[in-house]
């Protein structure tokens, strides 16, 4: 694929494909992978993705990898898309649907993006990669790097990390730094390291090959929903590449041909770490970042959003909107998924689920809508805050009485005597 670079997305300014770098040296800004669209589209047209499983890699040829040899996988994508008729039917919706990212090898969406970003770590010949994380993104970088057979580096915001998350990247071999810090100032830190070493790759979701990956959650989609897009995408915001990326990849869709309508792009934050939501409530072009985040949905505590402007510039273009929700919202809309889907799923996950709620109760959204709600994390991630926030367990005797007599069984019939 030699007619693709990276691309700045406020000046325009042009790189090579193949040179590490994170950010416009001329202005500053992010970067992103831009193709040459004639090479592009016949890469496509001469594809057999139906001959593939589902999966980030059925979409090889939309991808900036150019060495097949080199691909890392651990089977990433193809997750599940759920027709959720129970909480429709509470909602009062009759199309409404869950892609559960929880699904992928490490149990987040993070394996898209970071699929590809391992592959291109090996493309350009580095040896150690690294990140700041509050969780998933350290879990699967871990997962990759040991696949990758590369050194990592983790650091995460002390005392802010769910340990089922923490867990995954310590089991991994990555060596994982807590700094006396939020994720803002690690991720702050990793840039400085990553540029000032040239030894270190950096693999959070300011690098652009990262949202490469993840862009094919829509190209799924497009498969899973008998290319017809959703109407409306709602789908939990954090650091803003997620976001950015699926709306890169509709985006692509339609200028390959395959799709004439698009998503409407809904971001949902928690309310103590919300600036994303309040520039778009507010009409600001630009985000004021919160200097103190807080929610107990710790993937998404998040600040100073790094993606920020792309993530603006998706809901905009998309004609979509954003939300806050409360932590007790995200909560019950967590034990709401659970009870009436059987989908269990982290915190920051079900704000997808709780924007879903409050926006219907606004009014914002049509009923009669086709939406798909995207939860990012396993339930397993976090599980203290589903043991902690749940019923306690009844606790009784170790006799069948004691049990029955608790959970309000009837008694038995007496058996019936057959006479002869």
């Known amino acids: 694929m030699s007619s693709c670079v990276l691309r700045c997305i406020e000046c325009g300014t042009r790189y090579g494909i193949d ?13 992103e992978v831009e193709f040459e669209f004639r090479e592009f589209k016949g890469r496509v047209e001469k594809s057999s993705w139906t001959e593939r499983p589902l999966s980030v890699w059925r979409y090889r040829e939309v991808l900036p990898v150019f060495d097949d040899s ?10 599940n898309l759920y027709g959720c008729s ?15 990212e929880g699904e992928n090898p490490t149990g987040s969406f993070k394996d898209r993006g970071m699929t590809v970003g391992i592959t291109r770590a090996l493309e350009l010949g580095v040896r150690t990669v690294i990140c700041a994380s509050t969780g998933n993104t350290s879990a699967s970088l871990a997962a990759y790097a040991a696949k990758a057979g590369l050194s990592c580096i983790v650091l995460i915001p002390s005392g802010k990390i769910a340990y089922g998350k923490l867990a995954q990247a310590m089991i991994h071999g990555a060596r ?3 700094i006396e810090g939020d994720f803002d100032q690690a991720l702050e830190m990793v840039l400085q390291l990553s540029e000032k070493h040239e030894e270190l790759y950096l693999l959070n979701s300011i690098n652009p090959f990262r949202l490469e990956g993840q862009k094919t959650l829509a190209y799924e989609l497009w498969d899973q929903m008998s290319h017809v897009p959703p109407s409306r995408i ?6 803003a590449g997620n976001i950015s990326a699926i709306w890169k990849g509709f985006t692509e869709l339609r200028r390959l041909g395959f799709i004439d309508e698009l998503p409407k792009m809904t971001g949902i934050q928690a309310e103590g770490a919300a600036p994303i ?42 004609k979509g ?24 799923v982290e915190p920051a996950s079900a704000a997808s689920i709780a924007g879903l ?29 589903a043991v902690r926030t749940s019923e306690e367990p009844y606790r009784a005797d170790a006799q069948t009485a004691s049990i029955e007599k608790l959970l309000g069984l009837s008694k038995p019939l007496p058996l019936a005597v057959s006479s002869r």
């Not at 009014?363 to 995207?374: Q, S, T, Y």
């Open 19 to 31: 040179e590490k770098i994170y950010s416009c040296r001329k202005c500053g800004d992010l970067l």
């Open 70 to 79: 080199k691909i890392v996988t651990l089977k990433e994508g193809g997750t």
């Open 86 to 100: 129970n909480l429709g039917k509470h909602f009062g919706l009759t199309n409404l649907y869950v892609k559960n």
């Open 176 to 178: 994982v730094v807590q």
């Open 234 to 239: 709602i789908l939990p915001v954090g650091n």
């Open 277 to 318: 939501a309040q520039a778009v409530k507010q009409g600001r072009e630009e985000i004021i970042p919160v200097s103190m985040p807080e929610t107990i949905a710790t993937a998404i505590r998040i600040g100073a959003p790094v993606s920020w402007k792309k993530a603006l510039r998706a809901i905009r273009e998309s």
């Open 321 to 344: 909107t954003a939300e806050t929700v409360t932590d007790q919202e995200i909560l019950e809309a967590q034990r709401a998924l659970a009870r009436s889907e059987g989908l269990f």
């Open 357 to 385: 709620k409050k926006l219907l109760e606004t009014g914002e959204l049509d009923r009669n809508e086709d939406i798909v709600c995207v939860t990012t994390g396993h339930g397993l991630k976090d599980p203290e805050i």
